[in-house]
């Protein structure tokens, strides 16, 4: 079933570190803590995964708070969030400030100065790829201490603490995860920068479909 937990953590960026390297030299998890009331919280954002055959993706860039409403204006602390469109709840694959493009409006490429302005309108958000360590990279950079930050996930069963902070929708048949599949649940890592925007780090893994039903299944 889809997740019953989701929501957001709203505190404050103590501290960041990372897993040891294996013998291969990879990262498994980037861990982080969370000041908030309820006490510190320990997160990790996973940039491996459980499978040898399956890699990381992700995207950077920084968003307007305003289309993150009403998230960001919640106190601090943790809040669940209803996993619909307009409850502040973060969808890769829908939400239109996290998605890479729209619909096409034409069948081919517009010309240069039209491409232009939807880029400067719309910019492209298209997922990155690459090893464990680049990824660890990527998100390390959103991660600066002291700064605002928000957590999109769900808590740990035990303990303060956020997990399942990436796509949670689009796992193939069969894997451990397709039962967790849903819509209106993905999990991201935001900070708010001192002009009051906020860098966005969101991940996927390579095995993760890009288009899906409203169950959260692969189309």
């Given at each position: ?111 240069a100065w039209l491409q232009h302005l ?39 069963g035990q303990g ?60």
């Amino acid at each position: 079933m889809p997740l019953d937990d989701y929501g957001v953590l709203s505190g404050t960026l103590h501290r960041r570190d990372r897993d040891q390297p294996d013998a291969l030299g990879r990262w498994s998890r980037v861990r982080f803590e969370v000041d908030a009331p309820e006490g510190r919280h320990h997160c990790a954002v996973d940039v491996d995964s459980a499978e040898p055959s399956v890699g990381i993706r992700w995207k950077v860039f920084t968003l307007a708070a305003s289309v993150l409403e009403p998230v960001p204006a919640l106190p601090p602390g943790y809040h669940r969030l209803a996993t619909s469109s307009g409850s502040g709840a973060l969808d890769l694959l829908r939400h239109p400030a996290l998605v890479d493009r729209p619909g096409r409006l034409f069948p081919r490429r517009p010309p240069a100065w039209l491409q232009h302005l939807r880029d400067r309108l719309s910019p492209p958000r298209p997922w990155v790829g690459g090893s464990p360590l680049d990824a660890t990279g990527a998100v390390e950079a959103v991660l600066v201490p002291g700064r605002r930050i928000l957590v999109f996930g769900r808590p740990y069963g035990q303990g303060p603490g956020m997990r399942d902070i990436h796509q949670n929708q689009g796992d193939p048949p069969g894997s451990p995860w397709w039962t967790q599949n849903g819509i209106w649940q993905d999990g991201a890592v935001l900070t708010r920068r001192p002009d009051g925007r906020y860098d966005v780090f969101v991940s996927a893994f390579s095995d993760q479909a890009d288009q899906t039903d409203t169950n959260g299944h692969p189309a």
